[in-house]
């Protein structure tokens, strides 16, 4: 089993970046594909952005893709989530989730983690 705990999130202008971290626990982090989600009021959760195991194929919402980018450090056990030229429309609570497939996965129904997430707030 894996804990995930994020962190980064907060309040930020328009055009500014933020880096959100996962931090997962255990010792078998390098055996998960990982991936961020978010979730704004009032919408249903959407892919954002997914990381293979070891960290050599990513995948990309339309919507983040040139903006954000996702990395990986196995020997620190942690996810990270590089967001830059923010909108307001990336307002939202930002979750990382796990997986054991080999691939980056887009889909919520196919991961087996989450953490509690993180708000991300980006005031026009």
């Known amino acids: 089993q894996v804990q995930l705990v994020e962190s980064g999130g907060g309040l930020v202008q328009a055009g500014g970046s933020l880096r959100l971290s996962c931090a997962a626990s255990?010792?078998?982090?390098?055996?998960?594909?990982m991936g961020w989600f978010r979730q704004a009021p009032g919408k249903e959760r959407e892919f954002v952005a997914a990381i293979s195991r070891s960290g050599s194929i990513t995948n990309y919402a339309d919507s983040v893709k040139g903006r954000f980018t996702i990395s990986r450090d196995n020997a620190k056990n942690t996810v990270y989530l590089q967001m830059n030229s923010l909108k307001p429309e990336d307002t939202a609570v930002y979750y990382c989730a796990a997986n054991r497939k080999l691939y980056p996965v887009i889909w919520a129904a196919e991961y087996d983690y989450w953490g509690q997430g993180t708000q991300v707030t980006v005031d026009s």
């Open positions: 255990g010792r078998t982090f390098s055996t998960y594909g």
